[in-house]
């Protein structure tokens, strides 16, 4: 029997489609990611089913959507009982790894809400006790003085039971501030060996912070912006030189584990799967070392839509445009911004630098992969957990409205035995990864599990039987510092997208 295909997934973090050279940025350099597309086939029609982090992650194991799946925002973790096709792969034979980013339980002990609490400071929130490791964010309230709502707010949102308690707080990052030497229990949603790198910018928490700090005991005095190198007059904010030099920064320690894991599987007997997670280039903006300044921002093009106002905007837009005129800022490092012409080219700038640091560490990957004489049976596949306004219509990060920019990501498919540089226009999505990777080994897929095998469509040039594909957003106030919570929902078909709010 011929061995079953090993699997490399690797996927970043908060990085929308055109902020990559292979699709088409004019600025940014990544040979890396661009040696898989000339390699494989590249998807311009490929779309989350949510755009942030927890749902669609959970949408990727389970190839079911996030009303199905039950992890319908950030703060719901996937169930125990969930099962994911990693567990498939498991169940055939398959080693399976994970290093870098899970998210799919709750990194803080800050669960889900539909409410709009008072909000925590930055600094609150964000302060680091311990080296590099961050400490929760303060549990949220309805409102000021008011009472923490817990376990009795079930119906208020729309839960029966909260999914909290053992087995739900493997990755709390307190795990390893109480012990150093913790590892998140295995069998995880399919995975037999995990390695944690949780947070972002040089705030990321986890086996990569304890990693760190022991590497580097005064670690503490480098990371943050009080912390912070000179700036050369970047204002933008969440934008601060960080003192955690290269070799320490979490791309580095993801590659450097991916490495160590797969040296362990050469030579093996079993087929492979690694899920191989970059906490970048999710905001703050801080690449480190020579990636700071790598890209100048007086020569980065603005967005067509930075200064554009359309009539009729959603309420969410007016009322962040109302409250920057108003000096309101929105600083807490999940909310979404408004920026001007300047932040936004500083923004994308630094983004560049901390998207060609990740380019870098993938080479390195795809070096040793090949090295190793693995590189002829392994399918190497590339795709990001959502996008980025990145200034599109003045907006920052993520939330609430379904813009091309953060709806839209990456999905490269590169099979040593499938068809090489091609682009597909194959309409596809994060719900499709599950039964796209099944079907290339041979498993079949679990009941339930809701996506297309997009790759074998692509290489035959037919489309999927599908309608379309919908893309669902429940978002809280608390979410966007609003009074006010938003459902966003949208379909996409066949060259135009319909989005009800």
């Given at each position: 029997?011929?061995?079953?295909?090993?699997?490399?997934?690797?996927?970043?973090?908060?990085?929308?489609?055109?902020?990559?050279?292979?699709?088409?940025?004019?600025?940014?350099?990544?040979?890396?990611?661009?040696?898989?597309?000339?390699?494989?086939?590249?998807?311009?029609?490929?779309?989350?089913?949510?755009?942030?982090?927890?749902?669609?992650?959970?949408?990727?194991?389970?190839?079911?959507?996030?009303?199905?799946?039950?992890?319908?925002?950030?703060?719901?973790?996937?169930s125990l009982d969930a099962v994911t096709f990693v567990d498939l792969l498991k169940a055939e034979g398959y080693s399976t790894g994970l290093i870098g980013?899970?998210?799919?339980?709750?990194?803080?002990?800050?669960?889900?809400?539909?409410?709009?609490?008072?909000?925590?400071?930055?600094?609150?929130?964000?302060?680091?006790?311990?080296?590099?490791?961050?400490?929760?964010?303060?549990?949220?309230?309805?409102?000021?003085?008011?009472?923490?709502?817990?376990?009795?707010?079930?119906?208020?949102?729309?839960?029966?039971?909260?999914?909290?308690?053992?087995?739900?707080?493997?990755?709390?990052?307190?795990?390893?501030?109480?012990?150093?030497?913790?590892?998140?229990?295995?069998?995880?949603?399919?995975?037999?060996?995990?390695?944690?790198?949780?947070?972002?910018?040089?705030?990321?928490?986890?086996?990569?912070?304890?990693?760190?700090?022991?590497?580097?005991?005064?670690?503490?005095?480098?990371?943050?912006?009080?912390?912070?190198?000179?700036?050369?007059?970047?204002?933008?904010?969440?934008?601060?030189?960080?003192?955690?030099?290269?070799?320490?920064?979490?791309?580095?320690?993801?590659?450097?584990?991916?490495?160590?894991?797969?040296?362990?599987?050469?030579?093996?007997?079993?087929?492979?799967?690694?899920?191989?997670?970059?906490?970048?280039?999710?905001?703050?903006?801080?690449?480190?070392?020579?990636?700071?300044?790598?890209?100048?921002?007086?020569?980065?093009?603005?967005?067509?839509?930075?200064?554009?106002?359309?009539?009729?905007?959603?309420?969410?837009?007016?009322?962040?445009?109302?409250?920057?005129?108003?000096?309101?800022?929105?600083?807490?490092?999940?909310?979404?911004?408004?920026?001007?012409?300047?932040?936004?080219?500083?923004?994308?700038?630094?983004?560049?630098?901390?998207?060609?640091?990740?380019?870098?560490?993938?080479?390195?990957?795809?070096?040793?992969?090949?090295?190793?004489?693995?590189?002829?049976?392994?399918?190497?596949?590339?795709?990001?957990?959502?996008?980025?306004?990145?200034?599109?219509?003045?907006?920052?990060?993520?939330?609430?409205?379904?813009?091309?920019?953060?709806?839209?990501?990456?999905?490269?498919?590169?099979?040593?035995?499938?068809?090489?540089?091609?682009?597909?226009?194959?309409?596809?999505?994060?719900?499709?990864?599950?039964?796209?990777?099944?079907?290339?080994?041979?498993?079949?897929?679990?009941?339930?599990?809701?996506?297309?095998?997009?790759?074998?469509?692509?290489?035959?040039?037919?489309?999927?039987?599908?309608?379309?594909?919908?893309?669902?957003?429940?978002?809280?106030?608390?979410?966007?510092?609003?009074?006010?919570?938003?459902?966003?929902?949208?379909?996409?078909?066949?060259?135009?997208?319909?989005?009800?709010?």
């Open positions: 029997m011929a061995k079953k295909p090993n699997f490399l997934f690797i996927i970043t973090d908060q990085h929308r489609a055109d902020h990559l050279g292979c699709y088409g940025n004019p600025v940014l350099r990544t040979p890396s990611i661009d040696s898989l597309a000339r390699r494989g086939l590249a998807f311009d029609e490929f779309y989350v089913s949510c755009p942030i982090c927890m749902p669609n992650r959970a949408t990727i194991l389970t190839g079911r959507t996030p009303s199905a799946s039950g992890v319908r925002q950030n703060g719901l973790p996937l980013k899970a998210h799919f339980q709750n990194i803080s002990k800050q669960d889900a809400s539909l409410e709009a609490p008072e909000p925590p400071s930055v600094k609150s929130a964000m302060a680091v006790p311990q080296p590099g490791i961050a400490p929760d964010r303060p549990r949220r309230t309805r409102g000021v003085g008011e009472e923490p709502i817990g376990r009795d707010d079930a119906l208020w949102n729309a839960t029966r039971e909260w999914r909290t308690g053992p087995g739900y707080d493997l990755e709390w990052t307190g795990q390893w501030r109480v012990n150093p030497d913790y590892t998140v229990p295995t069998p995880y949603y399919g995975f037999d060996h995990v390695e944690i790198a949780n947070g972002h910018g040089d705030w990321v928490g986890g086996d990569y912070a304890v990693w760190r700090a022991r590497q580097d005991p005064d670690i503490a005095s480098k990371v943050g912006p009080p912390n912070g190198l000179d700036k050369g007059g970047v204002t933008a904010p969440q934008a601060w030189r960080t003192a955690v030099p290269e070799e320490l920064w979490s791309s580095t320690w993801v590659a450097d584990r991916t490495i160590d894991w797969l040296e362990r599987q050469a030579g093996g007997n079993e087929p492979f799967f690694l899920f191989c997670s970059f906490p970048d280039p999710h905001n703050p903006f801080c690449p480190p070392g020579k990636y700071w300044d790598m890209y100048d921002p007086a020569e980065i093009p603005l967005p067509p839509s930075q200064g554009h106002v359309n009539r009729g905007e959603p309420r969410y837009l007016r009322t962040l445009r109302a409250h920057a005129a108003e000096g309101r800022k929105h600083d807490d490092f999940m909310w979404g911004f408004l920026a001007g012409e300047r932040h936004t080219r500083e923004i994308l700038a630094l983004t560049y630098g901390l998207i060609s640091c990740l380019d870098d560490q993938i080479g390195r990957i795809l070096v040793r992969l090949r090295e190793l004489g693995l590189d002829d049976d392994t399918v190497v596949v590339f795709t990001s957990d959502h996008g980025d306004f990145m200034g599109d219509h003045g907006l920052m990060l993520k939330q609430g409205l379904h813009y091309q920019g953060v709806i839209r990501v990456p999905f490269i498919w590169a099979d040593p035995a499938g068809v090489t540089g091609r682009r597909s226009d194959v309409l596809g999505g994060s719900i499709d990864i599950a039964q796209t990777i099944l079907n290339r080994a041979g498993v079949a897929a679990a009941a339930g599990m809701q996506g297309f095998d997009i790759a074998g469509a692509a290489a035959t040039g037919k489309q999927p039987g599908r309608a379309g594909l919908m893309i669902e957003e429940d978002c809280p106030g608390l979410h966007i510092d609003m009074d006010f919570g938003l459902r966003t929902w949208t379909l996409i078909h066949d060259g135009w997208r319909l989005t009800r709010i």
